[in-house]
């Protein structure tokens, strides 16, 4: 028991590592959209004569050198990465042959749907720079495409050869489709009609005292997310599933451009879960060998919602375009419906 207990810590933090990456990917891209937006502003009032702040300026023909030093760093960072995950991470592990796993119906699947967002948003991401490099979209696409499927297989790979996981079938799944998704719309329709979101909230876990099962000790299911998930707004955007959703963001006007519809309206559809204290089960041990159980029902949800798509809001500002690309990766709050897999539909006024 005291191996299977660890395989599912390990797992855990393995699955969190994606989340992770995302969040830093989409600051690191804030930044770098802010400041060629600030670039653009500048080339909009005078003329620009500022190599740094041209350089910043997508090119309007395909670059070479652009083109190189961005596959060259895009390679260097690659490589980094890799080595850097599998020293500090895989290392501390034992390793195996390579092996596969079927960890499908874990946390309900919404970590799977964290993989559809994560490979979705690599895609978009290269896409978007091979476009500041000049190339041209469909060339861009396929890039991006290459770039997702090439970082999320080399973490599977990893996977594959350690003892505490092992490959995943269904996370390929998701991550073809993450990416997948990104290219075909690039591809069919020359822009992101249907956008991979997410967004994330804190559940109020109750602080009552649960008696282990041999009567001696006590616990909390407060106590068991904050090991599981901690408390910080970090953890929040990289660990905590039960707050979690996953959506689906379309753009009406893009499906109907003869409608009055607004531009920037979607309808968006999302997946969550809750009461889910352990990957596969409510039960757990504490490091005294204590068993718990929190006798909730896990359950699935679906969410219908509408949302903004922030970048087909009109505006002249280069900052707030850039500002509105980067939030693009979020759903925006709103009014909610859920339908649950118990059966049970409810009305949230507010819902993120």
């Excluded at 204290?277 to 949800?301: C, I, M």
Aim: proline share 3%; hydrophobic share 40%.
């Amino acid at each position: 028991m005291g191996n299977w207990r660890r395989t599912q810590s390990n797992r855990l933090s393995q699955m969190n590592r994606l989340p992770f990456l995302t969040l830093s990917g989409i600051l690191f891209c804030f930044l770098i959209s802010a400041g060629k937006g600030l670039a653009q502003s500048a080339n909009d009032s005078t003329k620009v004569s500022n190599k740094f702040v041209r350089f910043l300026l997508p090119a309007e023909q395909p670059s070479k050198f652009r083109t190189w030093a961005l596959t060259s760093t895009g390679a260097a960072l690659y490589s980094g990465v890799s080595i850097a995950l599998d020293q500090a991470w895989y290392a501390q592990y034992p390793r195996s042959s390579f092996h596969t796993i079927n960890d499908f119906g874990g946390w309900h699947d919404v970590d799977k749907a964290g993989h559809l967002f994560t490979s979705y948003f690599e895609s978009k991401l290269t896409g978007q720079l091979y476009r500041w490099a000049g190339q041209p979209q469909k060339r861009s696409a396929w890039l991006g495409f290459g770039a997702g499927m090439l970082f999320q297989t080399t973490l599977e790979t990893f996977d594959g050869f350690s003892a505490g996981w092992g490959w995943s079938w269904g996370d390929m799944a998701f991550n073809t489709a993450g990416s997948g998704i990104y290219l075909a719309q690039e591809l069919a329709w020359k822009e992101q009609r249907v956008s991979i979101k997410m967004s994330t909230h804190k559940p109020n876990y109750s602080n009552a005292s649960i008696l282990s099962t041999d009567g001696l000790a006590t616990s909390s299911a407060r106590e068991r997310t904050t090991d599981l998930f901690g408390t910080g707004i970090g953890s929040q955007f990289v660990k905590e599933y039960n707050g979690h959703t996953i959506w689906a963001s379309v753009n009406l006007h893009a499906f109907a451009k003869q409608s009055k519809l607004p531009t920037w309206l979607n309808v968006a559809v999302g997946y969550g879960a809750e009461n889910m204290y352990g990957a596969n089960s409510n039960t757990w041990k504490d490091k005294d060998g204590h068993e718990f159980r929190v006798d909730l029902p896990r359950y699935g949800q679906i969410f219908l919602s509408p949302d903004i798509d922030f970048t087909r809001i009109k505006t002249k500002s280069k900052i707030l375009k850039s500002v509105f690309w980067a939030l693009n990766f979020f759903k925006m709050p709103a009014p909610t419906l859920e339908f649950t897999t118990q059966g049970n539909t409810v009305w949230h006024w507010v819902y993120f």
